[in-house]
């Protein structure tokens, strides 16, 4: 990953001229991470299903367990669909924990009803493509499987939160000392009014996942886990036009051929379509730190009810109201090209043949 100085940090931060080009670092010796995919999951065309295509495909990732959360979708709805989904990626063999169906305090509203996310619902879920799967999830708890997990491996998990962050607060309040255990954590969420692009996507200035669980996240951002943030700063950066998604589908393997199921029909209608790749970042940047550039800043969560409700606020030093809060590196430029090419390049990858019992 390329970082500024801290000083270069602080100009880039409070100029709001854009960010100087951070200072090129040595690509970090490869590594393999074994992690935790946490996630509002939902089938194609949702950016989830799309990150986990990615980190399947990616061998510098070990994938102890999926936890599901609501967010996108019902708990019910993510977890059925992501069920399907490792069906039809031969990866039955990978174990998926369902975990909180609600936010730790926020109250669905006609806004959150009307708006975006059906995370409150308690409507069925609707089967995935091909039907519900044959698969079913574990009976054990997503919290108790983060909590059991990083406990016996101290230090050498790394948690990718892409949904509302309830889950690994709720892990974090049950068993105190965990945050010391967590080797890392990657967070798709917020977007930083200090840096460029920081507008909100859900309401002025709080984006998705923070603003549905706005608590959660304000009690994750301040638990001590060394944490990278993969806020909207970043995802502006990465719009998936039809010319970059014809160049994925031209591939034929069964990813690509539920891509252009899926998603196909939105982009015939409408060519001008362009759509953000949130998830994904967040999982590429664990793959090759050195797609993004980060910038040290402290974070924190709105949790006041009112305007802000959910907002992420950054600055390069603690400010009234928020003692407490952490330093922690917040990715605001990437390396399309590289990016795109690397996305496409795996998720084309044919499916690897398994033996029966991994399939
Ligand atoms: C985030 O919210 C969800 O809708 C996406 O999956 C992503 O994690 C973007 O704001
Ligand atoms: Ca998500």
Same mark, same amino acid.
């Given at each position: 990953?390329?970082?500024?100085?801290?000083?270069?940090?602080?100009?880039?931060?409070?100029?709001?001229?854009?960010?100087?080009?951070?200072?090129?670092?040595?690509?970090?010796?490869?590594?393999?991470?074994?992690?935790?995919?946490?996630?509002?999951?939902?089938?194609?065309?949702?950016?989830?299903?799309?990150?986990?295509?990615?980190?399947?495909?990616?061998?510098?990732?070990?994938?102890?367990?999926?936890?599901?959360?609501?967010?996108?979708?019902?708990?019910?709805?993510?977890?059925?669909?992501?069920?399907?989904?490792?069906?039809?990626?031969?990866?039955?063999?990978?174990?998926?924990?369902?975990?909180?169906?609600?936010?730790?305090?926020?109250?669905?509203?006609?806004?959150?009803?009307?708006?975006?996310?059906?995370?409150?619902?308690?409507?069925?879920?609707?089967?995935?493509?091909?039907?519900?799967?044959?698969?079913?999830?574990?009976?054990?708890?997503?919290?108790?499987?983060?909590?059991?997990?990083?406990?016996?491996?101290?230090?050498?998990?790394?948690?990718?939160?892409?949904?509302?962050?309830?889950?690994?607060?709720?892990?974090?309040?049950?068993? &105190?000392?965990? +945050?010391?255990?967590?080797? %890392?954590? !990657?967070? /798709?969420?917020?977007?930083? @009014? =200090?840096?460029?692009?920081?507008?909100?996507?859900?309401?002025?200035?709080?984006?998705?996942?923070?603003?549905?669980?706005?608590?959660?996240?304000?009690?994750?951002?301040?638990?001590?886990?060394?944490?990278?943030?993969?806020?909207?700063?970043?995802?502006?950066?990465?719009?998936?036009?039809?010319?970059?998604?014809?160049?994925?589908?031209?591939?034929?393997?069964?990813?690509?051929?539920?891509?252009?199921?899926?998603?196909? &029909?939105?982009? +015939?209608?409408?060519?001008? %379509?362009? !759509?953000? /790749?949130?998830?994904?970042? @967040? =999982?590429?940047?664990?793959?090759?730190?050195?797609?993004?550039?980060?910038?040290?800043?402290?974070?924190?969560?709105?949790?006041?009810?009112?305007?802000?409700?959910?907002?992420?606020?950054?600055?390069?030093?603690?400010?009234?109201?928020?003692?407490?809060?952490?330093?922690?590196?917040?990715?605001?430029?990437?390396?399309?090209?590289?990016?795109?090419?690397?996305?496409?390049?795996?998720?084309?990858?044919?499916?690897?043949?398994?033996?029966?019992?991994?399939?």
């Amino acid at each position: 990953m390329r970082r500024m100085t801290p000083a270069a940090a602080a100009v880039a931060a409070l100029a709001f001229a854009g960010p100087a080009p951070g200072e090129p670092r040595e690509p970090p010796a490869p590594q393999r991470h074994r992690i935790i995919f946490d996630t509002d999951f939902g089938m194609i065309p949702q950016d989830d299903a799309y990150a986990l295509m990615l980190a399947l495909h990616s061998p510098e990732l070990e994938i102890l367990g999926i936890t599901t959360v609501a967010g996108n979708w019902s708990i019910e709805q993510g977890t059925a669909d992501v069920l399907r989904f490792l069906e039809i990626a031969e990866r039955r063999d990978l174990p998926v924990y369902a975990g909180a169906d609600m936010p730790l305090v926020h109250e669905p509203d006609e806004y959150a009803r009307t708006t975006y996310g059906s995370w409150w619902s308690d409507a069925p879920p609707t089967p995935p493509p091909g039907g519900f799967a044959e698969k079913k999830a574990e009976a054990l708890g997503a919290v108790q499987f983060i909590v059991d997990t990083v406990e016996q491996n101290p230090g050498a998990v790394t948690l990718l939160a892409i949904g509302p962050l309830t889950n690994v607060a709720m892990a974090l309040r049950q068993a &105190p000392g965990l +945050a010391a255990k967590v080797k %890392r954590l !990657v967070i /798709m969420g917020g977007a930083v @009014a =200090v840096l460029p692009d920081g507008a909100g996507n859900m309401t002025p200035a709080a984006e998705f996942n923070f603003w549905v669980d706005p608590e959660a996240a304000r009690i994750v951002l301040r638990s001590g886990i060394p944490i990278e943030l993969s806020p909207l700063n970043v995802s502006r950066k990465a719009a998936m036009t039809r010319a970059w998604f014809e160049k994925l589908v031209a591939a034929d393997t069964p990813f690509t051929r539920l891509i252009r199921e899926l998603d196909g &029909p939105r982009y +015939a209608e409408d060519p001008e %379509r362009v !759509v953000f /790749m949130y998830d994904q970042i @967040a =999982v590429a940047s664990l793959i090759d730190p050195t797609l993004v550039t980060t910038t040290e800043l402290y974070v924190d969560v709105d949790t006041n009810p009112g305007v802000s409700y959910g907002a992420a606020l950054g600055f390069d030093r603690i400010w009234p109201g928020a003692e407490g809060a952490r330093k922690m590196a917040v990715q605001y430029d990437l390396d399309w090209e590289r990016f795109i090419r690397m996305f496409i390049e795996r998720v084309t990858r044919p499916i690897p043949a398994r033996p029966a019992s991994q399939r």
